[in-house]
């Protein structure tokens, strides 16, 4: 099989999104080529039989050059190659600009997205596409019709516990991700200073990201105003963000991490750290299925402080081994639904069922 896959972002050292190499090189595993044409492009790594083409973002080309610049690309390997099928990762504009050229070449195309937005690009990409996959159901905000639920593909080789790693003494509440306000990290703050109040034992919140467009600095300006009236300086530390590799430490070396985004915002961050062993503490209604016999004790309201509070206090008062097991059944349960192999495997049986139709 000869795919063509479009992707956002395609940099192993992109902090939210180099996760996207990874995909492409479990699917390199199992296809003949991969022709990869990204929005924007950075260090790139990936197997032989994988070739990118960037539009240009990286460069600073401007919407409509990008556009003749995806075009120069797409009917380049058309011309080139014989592609059997199209994967569309994240980009559902992507796959509104190809599918005309694509179906009079008899290419069906298959588009992933993840998101609450519903948004005019996307219906038209779902009107396109042979085939929508999304990671849980409730990231998909649009109809069910053609909608294939295939998990979030976490490398659990890469993110798994560590004996050689050992939490501090000091309990460690860990948090990652961009600082935007839909991350609420607020709500963590709040809870972080009611903590304070009925806990007696040391701990430590660690948020680590950066801002993800201009806009974010005046949320961590405020941020970092809310902890110093809460007289929170010595229990919250901010930490820039990491690079891929260093995320296994930290998620080892963590007492608890907690997830703050609302239903329809699935970060795999939280399912990394599942992967590593540790409880998860979130907001979102779509991990109850993944939290399974756990999630009346790991899953709060999101924006309620109080709740959160609970809930970390109940984790906290657990011995280390008590901890350990239920980490090691998320564990469990990230690998059996949302492993890389898994998510890889399903998408090469979805491009071959699209083949067919």
């Known amino acids: 099989m000869r795919l063509l896959l479009f992707n956002l972002v395609t940099d192993v050292d992109d902090p939210i999104l180099g996760f996207t190499t990874d995909w492409i090189s479990a699917l390199a595993e199992r296809v003949e080529f991969i022709h990869v044409i990204t929005m924007r492009a950075g260090h790139v790594e990936v197997p032989d039989n994988v070739r990118v083409y960037s539009v240009g973002k990286e460069k600073g080309y401007s919407e409509p050059w990008r556009a003749i610049e995806f075009y120069r690309h797409l009917f380049r390997i058309l011309r080139e190659d014989r592609i059997n099928v199209c994967f569309s990762h994240m980009i559902p ?3 509104v600009l190809a599918a005309p050229v694509l179906r009079a070449k008899r290419i069906p195309i298959v588009t992933w997205y993840a998101h609450p937005s519903l948004t005019r690009t996307l219906r038209f990409a779902h009107r396109l596409s042979g085939r929508m996959v999304t990671g849980i159901a409730a990231s998909y905000p649009y109809k069910r019709d053609k909608l294939i639920v295939i998990g979030h593909g976490i490398d659990t080789g890469v993110f798994s516990p560590d004996g050689r790693v050992s939490a501090e003494h000091t309990a460690t509440i860990l948090c990652f991700g961009r600082l935007s306000p839909v991350k609420d990290h607020v709500t963590l703050l709040r809870a972080a200073w009611l903590l304070r109040q009925c806990w007696t034992g040391p701990f430590r919140i660690v948020i680590i990201g950066g801002p993800a467009v201009p806009q974010d600095k ?16 010595h229990t919250v530390h901010f930490e820039p963000p990491v690079p891929k590799e260093s995320l296994p430490f930290w998620y080892r070396s963590c007492t608890v991490y907690v997830n703050l985004t609302p239903a329809g915002f699935v970060d795999k961050v939280a399912l990394q750290a599942m992967s590593c062993g540790k409880p998860s503490v979130v907001a979102n209604e779509g991990f109850r299925e993944t939290l399974g016999n756990y999630a009346s004790r790991l899953l709060f309201h999101h924006g309620d402080a109080v709740d959160l509070a609970n809930r970390l206090v109940g984790l906290l008062a657990l011995s280390e081994t008590d901890r350990d097991r239920i980490g090691l059944y998320l564990r469990e349960r990230v690998i059996r639904m949302h492993s890389l192999d898994t998510l890889a495997a399903k998408l090469v049986g979805i491009f071959q069922s699209v083949r067919d139709l």
Not at 218 to 233: A, G, H, N, P
């Open 218 to 233: 005046s949320y961590i300006e405020s941020l970092y105003k809310q902890v110093k009236e809460l007289r929170l300086e």
């Open 93 to 95: 504009i992507f796959t």
